[in-house]
């Protein structure tokens, strides 16, 4: 997709995203290349600090204007909705320009709620259903795996939970062995499908057509899931991704497999964490990660990340992992 000369933009980090969607009010703005600047800070623009400004944005909107754990869909309460509403075409709008400048889809969102855009028809049932599953809370996923997996298994207090679950998520039905897994899926087509429809046509307005044309209509249901399932950051794919030289000195590879530690060590909210220092983004770079060595000591020996080429320096003058 070829876009215009660049457009300059100047963000105030402790008001991203109230920034970002003032800019992407203006509907040409996601035709050209961006020059990104944070108010106070120096630093050219070389593709870097355009992840970090979208990356950021989609972090916060995630939180302002979707809902779910592991994955979102589109949602505010509904006394938000008359005054906020139209918000959802500019978001529409920053998701095409997100896709078209750094190559990827925020793994944030579910991918039945980018099916849903982009596509008409029934989704994939197990689209929905693995959607759903990270959706929902780690403690839900657990007890609905198992009323899965098998029904009889349960206990009275998980039978309580599911009707529980079931209830609050406006299906009345009980439970039942031989229908649970239609059920679960009856559910998760409300919650992530029908429910947010509107939302979902509201972002679609947002994306430009010569966007829809060169891109999104270009995507087969298996290219969504190609796509979105190489950028979902795990930390065994993480540590897969990283690049380094194939002969190493000893110290080298003693700071390389220290590193490698280090991450096996993280949960998904200090993943994510690492992924923006080095990258700027929260998906997985397709090209992965390089890591080069630097003979710093003392207050210098620290990590430096070079964002725009995805490239982690690390020191070679540790003796232990973290000292």
Known sequence: MSLLEEREIKIRRAH??????????????C?????VTFEGESGDDFGGLTKE?????WIKASHNFFHGENVTVPSIPLYRFRKEGTKYTTIGRILAHTAALTETIPCQIAKSAVVAMVFEGDINPDYLLKDFLLFVSPAERLLLKQAMLD??????TQKDRLSSFFSVNGLLELPKKEQINDQILTLAEEI???SPSRFYGLMKKGIPMTHFETFWRQLTLDHIQCIMDAQRPTVTKVISSLKTAEDLRPEEERAFYFLKEYLRGLNNDELLNFLIFVTASV???????SVSYVGTFGIMRRPVA????NLLQVSTSYQFPGV
Request: aromatic content about 6%; charged content about 20%; overall charge negative.
């Open 16 to 29: 991203l995203m109230e920034d970002v969607m003032a800019a992407y009010s203006d509907e040409n703005l």
């Open 31 to 35: 035709l050209h290349k961006l020059k």
């Open 53 to 57: 400004m979208l990356t950021l944005f």
């Open 151 to 156: 029904f009889s298994t349960l206990t009275t």
């Open 192 to 194: 992530l499908v029908k």
């Open 283 to 289: 998906n997985l770079p397709v090209d992965g990660i």
């Open 306 to 309: 070079h964002t725009c080429s």
